[in-house]
């Protein structure tokens, strides 16, 4: 019988209604042989009950109290001991071939310990929109996210299960927590991206995307410190006291993460405008977006533009 190469990790958390989707984008990949691992994070929407009725022989599903997505996400791998992991979140959708052009990719070139995919934004899971651009090689992504640029995708990578244990998995709980791990693997061994979309992320019209912005730059911030902090043979910066006294210490960082906040929030709102054909304040939004962070709206339009 041949060795299963390959599991796939979600957890969920209150992930009706869109959960279905999710999951049913990951049984009907082309790519068969692999275990689907599903950590319950204390749903009360009806998430357990949907995903204890699937009748799938490849799923493994656990529950546990709330612990937020990271301890969520360590305690899956824990149950994990094929040669590869795949992360999946209980919204976004994955599309047919995309674990088998992971797998093929990260099966030829034995040097990758992480690999990502592009990206489309949706919201009805139908109607894409701002592929974001990214990176696709290591030196470019490791170089973008030691700037705090957007270089990987989380609920796209596929990882090598031995090196992201051997680097602690998810050490921190919260924002950040996908920031850390993948400087961290970066410095383990090779990266890429594949350049071709493959999931179709999920934004929530009614999310709180400003109070999210400024939380996950902050997170983010803790992230590269703590990578410098390495790089430099220093002690890491405890996060909670990080975190707690961001701003204090420096008021310009505060009002910066303020503006690019800001810009994250009108960006979002200009894809969110796209989805739903309204080219008028699509473009106000853009242009708001650009005045506080114009290298993100230019790599977005270039990328436009070589796509026409």
Same mark, same amino acid.
């Given at each position: 019988?041949?060795?299963?190469?390959?599991?796939?990790?979600?957890?969920?958390?209150?992930?009706?209604?869109?959960?279905?989707?999710?999951?049913?984008?990951?049984?009907?990949?082309?790519?068969?042989?692999?275990?689907?691992?599903?950590?319950?994070?204390?749903?009360?929407?009806?998430?357990?009950?949907?995903?204890?009725?699937?009748?799938?022989?490849?799923?493994?599903?656990?529950?546990?109290?709330?612990?937020?997505?990271?301890?969520?996400?360590?305690?899956?791998?824990?149950?994990?001991?094929?040669?590869?992991?795949?992360?999946?979140?209980?919204?976004?959708?994955?599309?047919?071939?995309?674990?088998?052009?992971?797998?093929?990719?990260?099966?030829?070139?034995?040097?990758?310990?992480?690999?990502?995919?592009?990206?489309?934004?949706?919201?009805?899971?139908?109607?894409?929109?701002?592929?974001?651009?990214?990176?696709?090689?290591?030196?470019?992504?490791?170089?973008?996210?030691?700037?705090?640029?957007?270089?990987?995708?989380?609920?796209?990578?596929?990882?090598?299960?031995?090196?992201?244990?051997?680097?602690?998995?998810?050490?921190?709980?919260?924002?950040?927590?996908?920031?850390?791990?993948?400087?961290?693997?970066?410095?383990?061994?090779?990266?890429?991206?594949?350049?071709?979309?493959?999931?179709?992320?999920?934004?929530?019209?009614?999310?709180?995307?400003?109070?999210?912005?400024?939380?996950?730059?902050?997170?983010?911030?803790?992230?590269?410190?703590?990578?410098?902090?390495?790089?430099?043979?220093?002690?890491?910066?405890?996060?909670?006291?990080?975190?707690?006294?961001?701003?204090?210490?420096?008021?310009?960082?505060?009002?910066?993460?303020?503006?690019?906040?800001?810009?994250?929030?009108?960006?979002? =709102? *200009? /894809? @969110?405008? $796209?989805?739903? %054909? +309204?080219?008028? #304040?699509?473009? =106000? *939004? /853009? @242009?708001? $977006?650009?005045? %506080? +962070?114009?290298? #993100?709206?230019?790599?977005?339009?270039?990328?436009?533009?070589?796509?026409?």
């Amino acid at each position: 019988m041949k060795e299963m190469k390959l599991s796939v990790l979600m957890s969920v958390y209150n992930g009706m209604p869109y959960l279905p989707d999710a999951v049913q984008s990951i049984l009907a990949q082309s790519y068969k042989d692999f275990d689907f691992v599903i950590i319950d994070d204390g749903s009360s929407d009806g998430s357990f009950d949907y995903l204890k009725s699937l009748d799938d022989e490849r799923i493994r599903l656990f529950h546990q109290e709330n612990q937020g997505l990271g301890a969520a996400l360590n305690f899956g791998l824990e149950k994990i001991d094929t040669e590869f992991v795949a992360r999946m979140d209980a919204d976004d959708i994955a599309v047919e071939t995309r674990l088998e052009k992971q797998i093929n990719r990260m099966t030829t070139d034995s040097d990758l310990v992480m690999l990502g995919t592009g990206i489309a934004f949706t919201l009805d899971g139908n109607k894409t929109a701002f592929p974001p651009p990214m990176p696709t090689e290591h030196k470019d992504i490791s170089a973008v996210l030691n700037t705090g640029g957007h270089a990987i995708s989380h609920p796209t990578i596929m990882c090598k299960t031995n090196i992201m244990k051997k680097i602690g998995s998810y050490r921190i709980s919260g924002v950040g927590q996908d920031w850390d791990l993948f400087l961290r693997m970066t410095e383990a061994g090779k990266v890429a991206n594949l350049s071709e979309v493959l999931l179709h992320y999920r934004l929530h019209e009614s999310s709180n995307a400003w109070s999210s912005s400024k939380k996950v730059n902050i997170g983010k911030k803790y992230a590269l410190a703590a990578a410098k902090a390495r790089r430099l043979n220093e002690e890491e910066p405890g996060k909670d006291e990080f975190i707690n006294n961001y701003g204090l210490k420096n008021r310009f960082s505060a009002f910066t993460n303020s503006i690019m906040s800001f810009s994250d929030n009108a960006y979002r =709102v *200009a /894809i @969110l405008n $796209s989805l739903k %054909s +309204n080219k008028v #304040k699509m473009i =106000v *939004a /853009i @242009l708001l $977006s650009s005045v %506080s +962070n114009p290298k #993100k709206v230019y790599l977005y339009l270039k990328r436009k533009i070589n796509n026409i």
